[in-house]
C-alpha cells in the first residue's frame, strides 16, 4: 500500500531563517505531488504540484519555493522566512488528473 | 475566479442521526468531485468521491449526490457517530488541481 511521509511535524522558526520541509510517498511511482497551506481554521490553498522530477508549478506568488529532487521526494523551502509564513502545511500525492488526491499529516509551522 | 463554497460552517447533530453536509460549486467544467475529513491537526482524509457521470454514490454508512444542474454536492453520513465529529471538505478537480471549499465543523452530541 502507499504511504506519504511529512516532517518535521511541528517547527518553530526565527523570522528570516531558512526552511526545508520534506515528503516523500512510498510504494507508487511517478506519482504527482502537491503542497498545501491551510491557515487555522480554514480551507487548503495550493502552492505547488509537480507531475515529475524537477517539474514545479506555482500557484501563488510568495516567499517559497518547491523542488523535486527523486520521483517520490518533494521539499518546499524557503531562504528567509516571513511571520506571514506561519501555518499548516501538507503534502499530497496522486496517481494523475482525475485521482483523488492523499494527504500527509502535515507540518504545523509557527513564526516568531 | 471560479470556486468551491460551503453552505453551512458549523453543524451540529445527534448521535445516532443523519448528517447532511453541502457544498456548492461554480466550474461548470469540474468533472470529479471529493469528500475529505479533517480530524485537529491531521491531514484530509479521503472519504468518497464521485465523477461528474453520477448523481449518487455509496460507501460505507456515506452517500455523496452530485446535482449537476444547480452545481451542488452533498455528504450524507448515516447514524452519526462521535467519530464522525471533524472538518468536512468538498473539493472539485480541474486537470492536476483540486479546488478546496472552506469545510464544515461536524458536532456530534452525545
Known amino acids: 500500500s502507499q504511504t506519504i511521509h511529512q516532517w518535521p511535524a511541528t517547527l518553530v522558526q526565527p523570522v528570516g531563517s531558512p526552511l526545508s520541509l520534506e515528503c516523500t510517498v512510498e510504494g507508487t511511482s511517478n506519482p504527482n505531488l502537491y503542497w498545501y497551506r491551510q491557515a487555522a481554521g480554514r480551507g487548503l490553498q495550493l502552492l505547488f504540484y509537480s507531475v515529475g522530477i524537477g517539474q514545479i508549478s506555482s500557484e501563488v506568488p510568495q516567499n517559497l519555493s518547491a523542488s523535486r529532487p527523486q520521483d517520490r521526494q518533494f521539499i518546499l523551502s524557503s531562504k528567509k522566512l516571513l511571520l506571514s509564513d506561519s501555518g499548516f502545511y501538507l503534502c499530497?500525492?496522486?496517481?494523475?488528473?482525475?485521482?483523488?488526491?492523499?494527504f500527509g499529516d502535515g507540518t504545523r509551522l509557527s513564526i516568531l | 475566479g471560479e470556486s468551491v463554497g460551503l453552505h453551512l460552517p458549523t453543524l451540529s447533530v445527534q448521535e445516532g442521526d443523519n448528517s447532511i453536509i453541502n457544498c456548492a460549486y461554480s466550474?461548470?467544467?469540474?468533472?470529479?468531485f471529493i469528500w475529505y475529513k479533517q480530524e485537529s491537526g491531521k491531514g484530509p482524509q479521503f472519504i468518497i468521491d464521485i465523477r461528474s457521470n453520477m448523481d449518487k454514490r455509496q460507501g460505507q454508512r456515506v452517500t455523496v449526490l452530485l446535482n449537476k444542474t444547480v452545481k451542488h454536492l452533498s455528504l450524507q453520513i448515516a447514524a452519526t457517530q462521535p467519530g464522525d465529529s471533524a472538518v468536512y471538505f468538498c473539493?472539485?478537480?480541474?486537470?492536476?488541481?483540486?479546488?478546496f471549499g472552506g469545510g464544515t465543523r461536524l458536532m456530534v452530541k452525545p
Open positions: 499530497a500525492w496522486s496517481k494523475g488528473s482525475g485521482q483523488p488526491q492523499h
Open positions: 473539493a472539485e478537480n480541474a486537470g492536476n488541481m483540486l479546488t
Open positions: 466550474n461548470s467544467a469540474s468533472d470529479y
